[in-house]
């Protein structure tokens, strides 16, 4: 999850702060190199530092390698928007997004808006930390949990979560949220520990290794 400041739109004061999914994509800024996500009706704009973009991108490099050397039928789309299940006032954009390329036929807003409606299309998704942390361990941990992501990973290189979820004292943690019978089950990897990923169980990256990515 990146820092964020809130946008101001064109929308009228009544309206912008209650705009839906579809008024959100027609307003978003077709080729604009930036990111928006929609909070309960907010646009939010994102602001990647670049440590965060070295973390993520070594991510989606390792994972499509992977990919690729399976012949596996996922992908990692540059950019793609996932709706809130039960709201159309919220989309979120996460940091790495692996694909089910078989799934995407029962999407009915990839085509055109590039956005994901079902958690069974995801294979995995990825939040790198920042200083908002609590977005990535409440907010958007609960929508993907209800939509049904099978894997979520959250990148805490900075060990800024709230100690409830990294433990006390505070380090760099890598958490891996499992979705077992409707509600994510949670494994905690650090230093030299070898993440174990459902999806991927042979990508052999140990917490480190990704957290030293950023420098």
Request: charged share 25%; proline share 5%; hydrophobic share 35%.
């Given at each position: 999850?990146?820092?964020?400041?809130?946008?101001?739109?064109?929308?009228?004061?009544?309206?912008?702060?209650?705009?839906?999914?579809?008024?959100?994509?027609?307003?978003?800024?077709?080729?604009?190199?930036?990111?928006?996500?929609?909070?309960?009706?907010?646009?939010?704009?994102?602001?990647?530092?670049?440590?965060?973009?070295?973390?993520?991108?070594?991510?989606?490099?390792?994972?499509?390698?992977?990919?690729?050397?399976?012949?596996?039928?996922?992908?990692?789309?540059?950019?793609?928007?996932?709706?809130?299940?039960?709201?159309?006032?919220?989309?979120?954009?996460?940091?790495?997004?692996?694909?089910?390329?078989?799934?995407?036929?029962?999407?009915?807003?990839?085509?055109?808006?590039?956005?994901?409606?079902?958690?069974?299309?995801?294979?995995?998704?990825?939040?790198?930390?920042?200083?908002?942390?609590?977005?990535?361990?409440?907010m958007k941990l609960a929508e993907y949990e209800k939509l049904g992501i099978g894997e979520y990973?959250?990148?805490?290189?900075?060990?800024?979560?709230?100690?409830?979820?990294?433990?006390?004292?505070?380090?760099?943690?890598?958490?891996?949220?499992?979705?077992?019978?409707?509600?994510?089950?949670?494994?905690?990897?650090?230093?030299?520990?070898?993440?174990?990923?459902?999806?991927?169980?042979?990508?052999?990256?140990?917490?480190?290794?990704?957290?030293?990515?950023?420098?």
């Amino acid at each position: 999850m990146l820092s964020q400041e809130t946008v101001k739109t064109n929308p009228t004061e009544e309206q912008k702060n209650s705009l839906t999914l579809e008024e959100f994509m027609d307003w978003y800024p077709d080729g604009y190199e930036g990111r928006f996500e929609l909070h309960d009706g907010e646009i939010v704009k994102m602001q990647p530092t670049g440590t965060h973009e070295k973390v993520a991108g070594f991510l989606a490099s390792k994972i499509s390698i992977y990919i690729d050397s399976l012949n596996l039928p996922f992908f990692i789309p540059r950019q793609g928007l996932i709706k809130a299940i039960d709201s159309d006032k919220s989309a979120y954009i996460p940091d790495v997004m692996v694909l089910d390329d078989n799934a995407l036929e029962k999407e009915p807003l990839w085509t055109k808006r590039s956005t994901i409606t079902q958690g069974a299309s995801i294979k995995l998704v990825i939040e790198v930390v920042s200083t908002n942390w609590r977005d990535d361990y409440l907010m958007k941990l609960a929508e993907y949990e209800k939509l049904g992501i099978g894997e979520y990973w959250i990148v805490d290189y900075l060990g800024l979560g709230g100690r409830r979820y990294i433990g006390d004292p505070k380090q760099p943690t890598l958490s891996v949220y499992n979705l077992v019978e409707g509600e994510y089950a949670l494994n905690l990897f650090r230093g030299e520990n070898v993440v174990a990923s459902p999806t991927f169980p042979e990508l052999n990256l140990t917490a480190e290794q990704i957290f030293k990515a950023r420098q």
